[in-house]
């Protein structure tokens, strides 16, 4: 478990991925120290609305405030540690914890607590404990470090423009999907940051490019018809962004910076418009005052737990919450315009069939890399070429847990 | 032109979408006033009007602008025709009946126009381009289709595709999008058999220059024309659409025009990208299907029309599903959304034998050279209809027992004291209470169950449903606006204003 002498290029050694303490480890220095991926504002769209969400020994409450901002609060009751909101969603006014009715101002301040007879109960010293919240382009960011990395405004700078023209706040949720992965959070956001494996994902293949990290030098003999494919789609595309002043660019600074970042706007294959067999729209209806269905997907991947995909027509986030050190809460989020209507502009099944088959696809392969990572006779093995955002990640890794080991 | 003495002007500052002015009357809580109430509801109805004006445009074409004889506006919306009876064969003979489009923007509604080409083999036109003068009064029936603007839009990004006589309903649709604050976008892509055809031109180049939303291009088609043209030419083609409309992909399409171009059309938009959902269709031609369509609207009109007259209110409570598309959605009270409901076309593959009473003239294009015919695709586009706005009223939760709805309150037991009645309709209990208890003191006392902690607001915990009833509440964050607009109050915090109904 060496940090400091960390095999540039090869993958972590299996404790990384399996023991307990460096797992405990992980949850102090990067998910106790970072900005970490909560929620769209379009899971919690008006006061009072709020998500909990529990990582790690983590377990927090995520509350859009009457000012449009959002209250993050410790979901641990200052009378004796009970969770105070035990739905996963929900509306509230003021907070009640069901075991002994504690209740908590939407700020977390205690309110009320019954106390015939106690003379000397000092309410104030009992608020709930607070964390940072942030939202940046409709996307609601937590940190519960006690001084967050100051360069995340840096970070949301960059993704705010190519972000922001797909209105999240006028989005509603079509589907969420919940799935515990038997692996550590490490390798599900490994195995998203290549697509070396995309051969795998047959429905993907439809329209995402199979040439993704691939150049002009690494591109092999199958798959130069597809290249070309690919280059003409973007270029078009880049074109259309020119029109509309849409960013593309790809901008990546994924272990350059704390707030690790990557972001750019890439073609889609068939017509371009969504995750589907041909190509064509998902749903109907155009988010935000986006002018054209054809933007491909602009894709996003934050260190340390996100990624995103926000095509013309719908969006999809999705965020890593390690459960345990071989367990991983993964959470895919459908959004549509809010006045698309299921039935009419898009159809439930539809929509979520690309992503739902390959979320169970890339379970099923971080589940291989954790037994493997479990047996005696693992070894580190080398990140290919196209796997250059695995290494980036995991250098990214490993710097912030030297920053914080010291 | 701008003269260059004039200095640029910043980009007007508009609200997102497009909103007709109407929705704000229909989704008012108050009576809509006076002259207001006539904007909606629209639905068709039989009146008489009388031409007030005749206006010669290009292309052999004619405005004839009416005004209702009882003195109302004309309620439409932007892309309906309505049905005339034409007295050809004089006053005593059977009238011939004939649908227009109105060419007229429905947000000026005290007079509306509708546009007549002459066709020199037809029956009706010729007639009104020589006898229909100002004083003549016809009766008339409308306003009738489902080819329309909607009533709102957020996204009121259109291309508009006209051929010939085919601008009639878009004129009325530009006209409107002029006359309505709102970010919208509109291209239209105008065909024309000659340099000459154009109707409305003048018009046309002077919204395309005074409002920037809206850009007009005129098109030769692939006939020979002459140097002084600076208009496109070329038939409708995908080219063509990717190099004008390069966007055409993100916007709704209306299409007015013969049978062969709006066709080909069809296939050509398919081909750029453009939904079949966002393309709709009017055909202006004398195709027999086509005809059956337009002589089967009209007689629906005609019914609803003929209903109205009976009894109005019953109307509204009766109107079938299936009739309910000219309308917003109705109670007994009157209109409930103004954004609803929506339209609904009649079946364009429903087999109706033309009923010879009913003629429905060629209102369009006859100019075979200007038909663009396309391939002989199958018109499987048909008159779609625009998807309303979707969003319906968000009812507020009730008690989710039907049962308890049957319980008549009077019928309960009685306990306590006090001027106002409480009754709890789970419990089966009516309680009497003062104006100086809270609704939770007087429930506990008659020992109705409220589970209740903090007492002061604050923990909602005693939050119930109010059927029926005012209350006045004091609480301290213990409840949300949003629960308090579906019914539900803190009783620990409130007291009694009237008798009440509660679901507890
Ligand atoms: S533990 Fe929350 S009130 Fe007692
Ligand atoms: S008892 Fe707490 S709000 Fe009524
Ligand atoms: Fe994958």
Same mark, same amino acid.
């Given at each position: 478990m060496r940090l400091d002498t960390r095999r540039t290029g090869f993958s972590l050694e299996a404790p990384f991925y399996t023991d307990p303490s460096l797992f405990n480890l992980d949850m102090q220095a990067i998910f106790g120290q970072h900005w970490v991926f909560a929620c769209s504002v379009a899971e919690i769209p008006e006061p009072g609305d709020y998500v909990t969400l529990d990582y790690g020994p983590y377990s927090l409450i995520v509350l859009h405030n009457d000012d449009g901002g959002v209250n993050v609060l410790h979901n641990v009751c200052r009378h004796r540690g009970a969770r105070v909101l035990t739905d996963?969603?929900?509306?509230? #006014?003021?907070?009640?914890?069901? $075991?002994?009715? %504690?209740?908590?101002?939407?700020?977390? @301040?205690?309110?009320?607590?019954?106390?015939?007879?106690?003379?000397?109960? @000092?309410?104030?010293?009992?608020?709930?404990?607070? +964390?940072?919240?942030?939202?940046?382009?409709?996307?609601?960011?937590?940190c519960l470090a006690e001084e967050p990395p100051t360069d995340f405004h840096e970070t949301a700078k960059i993704f705010e423009p190519y972000i922001a023209p797909h209105e999240l706040a006028k989005t509603k949720v079509a589907y969420q999907q919940n799935i515990v992965e038997e692996g550590n959070w490490k390798l599900v956001m490994e195995n998203n940051r290549e697509c070396y494996h995309c051969d795998g994902h047959p429905e993907l293949a439809c329209s995402l490019f199979p040439t993704w990290g691939l150049t002009d030098e690494t591109i092999p003999p199958h798959l130069e018809d597809v290249w070309d494919r690919n280059q003409q789609a973007? &270029?078009?595309?880049?074109?259309?962004?020119?029109?509309?002043?849409?960013?593309?660019?790809?901008?990546?600074?994924?272990?350059?910076?704390v707030g690790g970042i990557r972001i750019s706007r890439e073609s889609l294959d068939g017509a371009g418009e969504s995750f589907s067999a041909d190509g064509r729209r998902l749903s109907k209806k155009l988010l935000g005052d986006l002018p054209d269905?054809?933007? #491909?997907?602009?894709?996003?991947?934050?260190?340390?737990?996100? %990624?995103?995909?926000?095509?013309?027509?719908?969006?999809?986030?999705?965020?890593?919450?390690?459960?345990? +050190?071989?367990?991983t809460l993964v959470r895919t989020t459908w959004l549509v315009a809010d006045d698309a209507v299921e039935g009419v502009d898009y159809d439930l099944e539809t929509l979520t069939h690309t992503w739902k088959q390959t979320n169970l696809q890339d379970k099923a392969f971080v589940e291989l890399c954790q037994q493997g990572a479990a047996s005696p006779f693992y070894e580190q093995g080398p990140y290919m070429k196209s796997e250059y955002q695995v290494e980036a990640f995991i250098n990214w890794y490993v710097q912030r847990m030297r920053e914080h080991v010291g | 032109m701008r003269s260059s003495a004039v200095p640029a002007l910043p980009l007007a500052q508009r609200v997102r979408g497009l909103e007709m002015p109407w929705n704000r009357v229909l989704s008012s809580a108050s009576e809509p006033a006076g002259a207001a109430t006539a904007l909606g509801p629209w639905h068709p109805q039989e009146f008489a009007a009388e031409c007030v004006e005749t206006i010669p445009e290009a292309g052999g074409m004619m405005v004839f602008v009416f005004r209702r004889m009882d003195g109302a506006p004309l309620a439409f919306r932007s892309g309906q025709y309505i049905n005339i009876d034409f007295p050809i064969d004089g006053p005593n003979a059977e009238p011939v009946s004939r649908s227009y489009s109105i060419s007229s923007a429905p947000t000026e509604p005290w007079t509306f126009s509708i546009t007549i080409k002459r066709d020199p083999k037809g029956k009706v036109s010729p007639w009104a381009h020589d006898h229909l003068r100002p004083g003549t009064v016809l009766d008339m029936l409308g306003p009738v289709g489902a080819f329309h603007l909607a009533d709102y839009d957020r996204r009121a990004r259109f291309l508009l595709l006209a051929a010939g006589a085919g601008i009639t309903p878009?004129?009325?649709?530009?006209?409107?999008?002029?006359?309505?604050?709102?970010?919208?976008?509109?291209?239209?892509? $105008?065909?024309?058999?000659?340099?000459?055809?154009?109707a409305f031109s003048e018009e046309l180049d002077f919204l395309a220059n005074v409002d920037f939303r809206i850009k007009v291009i005129y098109c030769l088609g692939d006939r020979e024309c002459g140097d002084e043209w600076e208009g496109r030419t070329g038939r409708l083609s995908?080219?063509?659409?990717?190099?004008?409309?390069? @966007?055409?992909?993100?916007?709704?399409?209306? &299409?007015?025009?013969?049978? #062969? $171009?709006?066709?080909?059309?069809?296939?050509?938009?398919?081909?750029?990208?453009?939904? @079949?959902?966002?393309?709709?269709m009017e055909f202006f031609s004398g195709d027999r299907e086509i005809r059956a369509e337009y002589a089967e609207e009209v007689a629906i009109a005609g019914e609803i029309a003929e209903e109205i007259a009976a009894t109005t209110e019953e109307y509204f409570e009766s109107q079938p599903a299936a009739l309910d598309m000219y309308e917003p959605e109705y109670d007994a009270d009157g209109p409930v959304e103004a954004v609803g409901a929506p339209t609904e076309a009649v079946d364009a593959e429903a087999v109706v034998p033309v009923d010879a009473e009913v003629e429905i003239e060629v209102v369009g294009v006859t100019d075979e050279n200007l038909a663009e015919a396309g391939p002989d695709s199958a018109s499987d586009a048909g008159s779609t209809v625009p998807a309303g706005d979707g969003a319906a009223a968000s009812a507020g939760e009730s008690g989710d027992d039907d049962e308890i709805a049957v319980v008549d309150p009077a019928?309960?037991?009685?306990?306590?004291? #006090?001027?106002?009645?409480?009754?709890?309709?789970?419990t089966g209990l009516n309680v009497?209470?003062?104006?100086?208890?809270?609704v939770l003191?007087? &429930?506990?006392?008659?020992?109705?169950?409220?589970? +209740?902690?903090?007492?002061?607001?604050?923990?909602g915990s005693c939050k119930v449903v109010k059927l029926d009833g005012d209350v006045e509440m004091n609480h301290l964050g213990g409840i949300r606006a949003r629960e308090i607009d579906a019914g539900k109050f803190l009783p620990c915090c409130s007291t009694v204003k009237t008798d009440l109904v509660i679901d507890a």
């Amino acid at each position: 478990m060496r940090l400091d002498t960390r095999r540039t290029g090869f993958s972590l050694e299996a404790p990384f991925y399996t023991d307990p303490s460096l797992f405990n480890l992980d949850m102090q220095a990067i998910f106790g120290q970072h900005w970490v991926f909560a929620c769209s504002v379009a899971e919690i769209p008006e006061p009072g609305d709020y998500v909990t969400l529990d990582y790690g020994p983590y377990s927090l409450i995520v509350l859009h405030n009457d000012d449009g901002g959002v209250n993050v609060l410790h979901n641990v009751c200052r009378h004796r540690g009970a969770r105070v909101l035990t739905d996963p969603q929900g509306t509230t #006014g003021n907070l009640v914890c069901g $075991y002994h009715s %504690w209740t908590y101002s939407p700020e977390g @301040d205690l309110i009320h607590a019954s106390a015939p007879g106690e003379m000397t109960f @000092d309410k104030s010293c009992y608020a709930l404990k607070r +964390a940072h919240g942030k939202i940046a382009a409709g996307l609601v960011f937590i940190c519960l470090a006690e001084e967050p990395p100051t360069d995340f405004h840096e970070t949301a700078k960059i993704f705010e423009p190519y972000i922001a023209p797909h209105e999240l706040a006028k989005t509603k949720v079509a589907y969420q999907q919940n799935i515990v992965e038997e692996g550590n959070w490490k390798l599900v956001m490994e195995n998203n940051r290549e697509c070396y494996h995309c051969d795998g994902h047959p429905e993907l293949a439809c329209s995402l490019f199979p040439t993704w990290g691939l150049t002009d030098e690494t591109i092999p003999p199958h798959l130069e018809d597809v290249w070309d494919r690919n280059q003409q789609a973007q &270029a078009s595309l880049e074109y259309r962004c020119r029109r509309y002043g849409l960013p593309y660019e790809v901008v990546e600074e994924l272990d350059t910076r704390v707030g690790g970042i990557r972001i750019s706007r890439e073609s889609l294959d068939g017509a371009g418009e969504s995750f589907s067999a041909d190509g064509r729209r998902l749903s109907k209806k155009l988010l935000g005052d986006l002018p054209d269905f054809r933007l #491909g997907r602009c894709s996003m991947h934050l260190q340390p737990n996100s %990624w995103f995909h926000l095509l013309g027509d719908h969006v999809i986030t999705f965020a890593a919450f390690p459960i345990s +050190a071989s367990k991983t809460l993964v959470r895919t989020t459908w959004l549509v315009a809010d006045d698309a209507v299921e039935g009419v502009d898009y159809d439930l099944e539809t929509l979520t069939h690309t992503w739902k088959q390959t979320n169970l696809q890339d379970k099923a392969f971080v589940e291989l890399c954790q037994q493997g990572a479990a047996s005696p006779f693992y070894e580190q093995g080398p990140y290919m070429k196209s796997e250059y955002q695995v290494e980036a990640f995991i250098n990214w890794y490993v710097q912030r847990m030297r920053e914080h080991v010291g | 032109m701008r003269s260059s003495a004039v200095p640029a002007l910043p980009l007007a500052q508009r609200v997102r979408g497009l909103e007709m002015p109407w929705n704000r009357v229909l989704s008012s809580a108050s009576e809509p006033a006076g002259a207001a109430t006539a904007l909606g509801p629209w639905h068709p109805q039989e009146f008489a009007a009388e031409c007030v004006e005749t206006i010669p445009e290009a292309g052999g074409m004619m405005v004839f602008v009416f005004r209702r004889m009882d003195g109302a506006p004309l309620a439409f919306r932007s892309g309906q025709y309505i049905n005339i009876d034409f007295p050809i064969d004089g006053p005593n003979a059977e009238p011939v009946s004939r649908s227009y489009s109105i060419s007229s923007a429905p947000t000026e509604p005290w007079t509306f126009s509708i546009t007549i080409k002459r066709d020199p083999k037809g029956k009706v036109s010729p007639w009104a381009h020589d006898h229909l003068r100002p004083g003549t009064v016809l009766d008339m029936l409308g306003p009738v289709g489902a080819f329309h603007l909607a009533d709102y839009d957020r996204r009121a990004r259109f291309l508009l595709l006209a051929a010939g006589a085919g601008i009639t309903p878009l004129m009325s649709m530009i006209r409107t999008v002029h006359s309505l604050p709102g970010q919208a976008d509109v291209v239209l892509l $105008y065909h024309g058999a000659a340099p000459d055809s154009f109707a409305f031109s003048e018009e046309l180049d002077f919204l395309a220059n005074v409002d920037f939303r809206i850009k007009v291009i005129y098109c030769l088609g692939d006939r020979e024309c002459g140097d002084e043209w600076e208009g496109r030419t070329g038939r409708l083609s995908t080219s063509l659409l990717d190099e004008l409309v390069p @966007d055409a992909n993100g916007r709704q399409v209306f &299409a007015c025009g013969p049978e #062969g $171009y709006l066709n080909s059309a069809t296939e050509l938009l398919r081909t750029v990208g453009v939904d @079949d959902t966002s393309v709709f269709m009017e055909f202006f031609s004398g195709d027999r299907e086509i005809r059956a369509e337009y002589a089967e609207e009209v007689a629906i009109a005609g019914e609803i029309a003929e209903e109205i007259a009976a009894t109005t209110e019953e109307y509204f409570e009766s109107q079938p599903a299936a009739l309910d598309m000219y309308e917003p959605e109705y109670d007994a009270d009157g209109p409930v959304e103004a954004v609803g409901a929506p339209t609904e076309a009649v079946d364009a593959e429903a087999v109706v034998p033309v009923d010879a009473e009913v003629e429905i003239e060629v209102v369009g294009v006859t100019d075979e050279n200007l038909a663009e015919a396309g391939p002989d695709s199958a018109s499987d586009a048909g008159s779609t209809v625009p998807a309303g706005d979707g969003a319906a009223a968000s009812a507020g939760e009730s008690g989710d027992d039907d049962e308890i709805a049957v319980v008549d309150p009077a019928a309960l037991p009685t306990v306590g004291q #006090g001027e106002h009645t409480m009754s709890f309709v789970r419990t089966g209990l009516n309680v009497c209470v003062g104006e100086d208890e809270t609704v939770l003191q007087a &429930a506990r006392k008659a020992g109705v169950k409220i589970p +209740a902690n903090c007492q002061e607001g604050m923990c909602g915990s005693c939050k119930v449903v109010k059927l029926d009833g005012d209350v006045e509440m004091n609480h301290l964050g213990g409840i949300r606006a949003r629960e308090i607009d579906a019914g539900k109050f803190l009783p620990c915090c409130s007291t009694v204003k009237t008798d009440l109904v509660i679901d507890a």
